[in-house]
């Protein structure tokens, strides 16, 4: 990894965090995003500890606003020459539905929305870099997902479980679309799966799920379990012509009907790009 720019979000804690240390260790600049400038920091002086000299940098912004997005990608690609790897890592679950300033379902808009348009404002850069990587966390609570394309927002009936659900078999299609897309251009994109890993994930989701969940955790995977699958597809010379794939503890994930669809890949992509265009507007 040496040489290599990596541009990663959800990466000031959990296995975003720990992979960003790994992957610094392995001779890579960290380009990291967070929302929360005190945790930034915390985990830029992390890595300049554990990989001095190497011009590790840090941008801000909130990922479920698609204006944000469009500003951080923006900056990133006019401050980067080069990007060896995205990594979309950045998600949450809420217990109760609200709705973004887009009008987006906030889950959607955060899990599923931020992959989709960090990506197209950075595709440039990674095509100009080529070879080049994609990474996107996943789940295997795409199992509980269902794409509504007259519900997307989940305005009729919504559960935390179907709302992370969907947005996780949102990140797997989408990643499928994005691999045949960029195909040509020597571009992979992969998704994957950490398995339940104790992290800081779901303590403000409110409601009952953030005691749930802070009980699951007491049986979970540890943070650096979770990363080395994410760590591997971003760095490993064996997954470099591996595309469209997704990955649990480095092996090829078990999938849905509706994630293997590249049909439904396509029609989600449509109504992403039909979103982001109309927040332009």
Same mark, same amino acid.
């Given at each position: $990894? ?5 541009? $990663? @979000?959800? !990466? /000031? ?9 790994? *992957?610094?260790? $392995? ?21 300049? #500890? ?7 940098? #840090?941008?801000?912004?909130?990922? =479920?606003?698609? &204006? ?21 890592? %950045?998600?949450?679950?809420? &217990?109760?539905?609200?709705? /973004? ?5 906030? @889950?959607? +808009?955060?899990?599923? $929305? ?7 404002? *950075? /595709? ?12 996107? @966390? ?16 989940? %305005?009729?009936?919504? =559960?935390? =479980?179907?709302?992370y659900g969907t947005s996780k078999l949102a990140n797997i299609l989408f990643t499928r679309e994005l691999a045949r897309r960029l195909a040509p251009h020597r571009v992979t994109a992969n998704s994957f799966t950490p398995g339940f890993v104790a992290t800081r994930f779901g303590n403000q989701a409110g409601g009952l799920v953030a005691p749930y969940i802070r009980i699951a955790k007491l049986f979970a995977r540890s943070e650096e379990e979770g990363a080395e699958t994410l ?7 064996? !997954?470099?012509?591996? @595309? ?14 509706? &994630?293997?669809?590249?049909?439904? +890949? ?9 979103? %982001?265009?109309? #927040?332009?507007?």
């Amino acid at each position: $990894m040496r040489g290599k720019t990596v541009v $990663m @979000t959800g !990466a /000031t804690s959990g296995i975003g965090e720990v992979a960003a240390l790994r *992957l610094a260790g $392995m001779g890579a600049r960290l380009v990291i995003v967070a929302r929360d400038r005190a945790r930034g920091r915390a985990t830029l002086a992390k890595l300049d #500890a554990a990989a001095p000299g190497l011009g590790h940098a #840090a941008h801000y912004a909130d990922l =479920s606003r698609l &204006a944000e997005i469009k500003r951080l990608g923006a900056e990133i690609a006019a401050a980067e020459p080069r990007i060896d790897v995205l990594v979309n890592n %950045a998600g949450a679950i809420f &217990a109760r539905r609200a709705v /973004t300033a887009d009008g987006l379902e906030r @889950t959607f +808009a955060l899990n599923h $929305m931020s992959y989709f348009v960090l990506t197209a404002a *950075l /595709t440039d850069r990674l095509v100009a870099s080529a070879p080049a990587r994609i990474v996107n @966390t996943a789940s295997n609570a795409h199992r509980n997902g269902r794409l509504d394309f007259a519900d997307l927002q989940l %305005a009729k009936s919504y =559960s935390p =479980s179907v709302a992370y659900g969907t947005s996780k078999l949102a990140n797997i299609l989408f990643t499928r679309e994005l691999a045949r897309r960029l195909a040509p251009h020597r571009v992979t994109a992969n998704s994957f799966t950490p398995g339940f890993v104790a992290t800081r994930f779901g303590n403000q989701a409110g409601g009952l799920v953030a005691p749930y969940i802070r009980i699951a955790k007491l049986f979970a995977r540890s943070e650096e379990e979770g990363a080395e699958t994410l760590i591997w597809l971003a760095s490993a010379p064996e !997954a470099a012509s591996i @595309t469209g794939e997704f990955y649990y503890r480095g092996k090829p994930g078990t999938l849905t009907a509706d &994630a293997q669809d590249d049909t439904l +890949a396509r029609r989600l992509w449509d109504a992403s790009e039909d979103i %982001a265009l109309k #927040a332009s507007a």
